[in-house]
């Protein structure tokens, strides 16, 4: 890959790029479900702006640019619901985004003490199932996304990390 990829939180400088990344990447869940309003193709810059600055954020970078993201937030329950991860097409099947899920959950379970760890995918999004299983993440239910599209919920204990690929 020439260049190492670095995963770090993310800043302020960060969010425009993390909203272009996100726009670009969500196009093949949009084709899979035939609806191009899935959330986080309607999220606003100010949106994802704000969720740098109270949100666990996570970046992968290439040199200056961004090329991955994640972002976890602890919710009323204690759990941290995980969302939006996301690497660009061009440098998927690295391991990224396993790398991204790490990161993310260490931040969430050390800096803002989550116990558990809860992530949404689309029902029909099989990779991203594949991912999560392989990383520890069991099925617990199913919800309706705001967009109307049928989710899978997945959890994980904090601390019970499965070896990865
Ligand atoms: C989901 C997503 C973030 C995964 O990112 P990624 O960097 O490709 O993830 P990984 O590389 O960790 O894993 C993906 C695949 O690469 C494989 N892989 C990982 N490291 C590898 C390596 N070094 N060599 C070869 N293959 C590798 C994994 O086994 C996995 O294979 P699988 O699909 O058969 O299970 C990315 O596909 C994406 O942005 N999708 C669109 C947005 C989306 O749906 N996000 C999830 C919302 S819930």
Same mark, same amino acid.
């Given at each position: 890959m020439g260049m190492s990829v670095i995963i770090s939180e993310a800043t302020?400088?960060? !969010? =425009?790029?993390? $909203?272009k990344l996100?726009? &670009?990447? $969500?196009?093949? =869940? !949009?084709a899979l479900y035939g609806n191009y309003r899935i959330d986080p193709l309607v999220q606003t810059l100010d949106s994802v702006r704000q969720e740098v600055a109270t949100d666990c954020v996570f970046v992968a970078r290439l040199g200056d640019e961004v090329i991955g993201s994640v972002r976890g937030a602890v919710t009323e329950d204690g759990a941290a619901s995980i969302s939006r991860l996301c690497v660009h097409p061009r440098m998927q099947g690295h391991g990224i985004g396993a790398r991204l899920l790490r990161a993310a959950e260490a931040a969430l379970a050390e800096e803002r003490g989550a116990k558990k $760890?809860? &992530? #949404?995918?689309? #029902?029909r999004s099989e990779s991203n199932l594949r991912l999560y299983r392989r990383v520890g993440y069991e099925t617990v239910g199913t919800s309706e996304g705001t967009d109307g599209v049928p989710m899978i919920v997945l959890e994980k204990k904090a601390g019970s990390y499965a070896a990865t690929a």
């Open positions: 302020d400088q960060d !969010a =425009e790029q993390i $909203f996100q726009y &670009l990447c $969500f196009q093949s =869940e !949009a $760890f809860r &992530l #949404h995918t689309g #029902h």
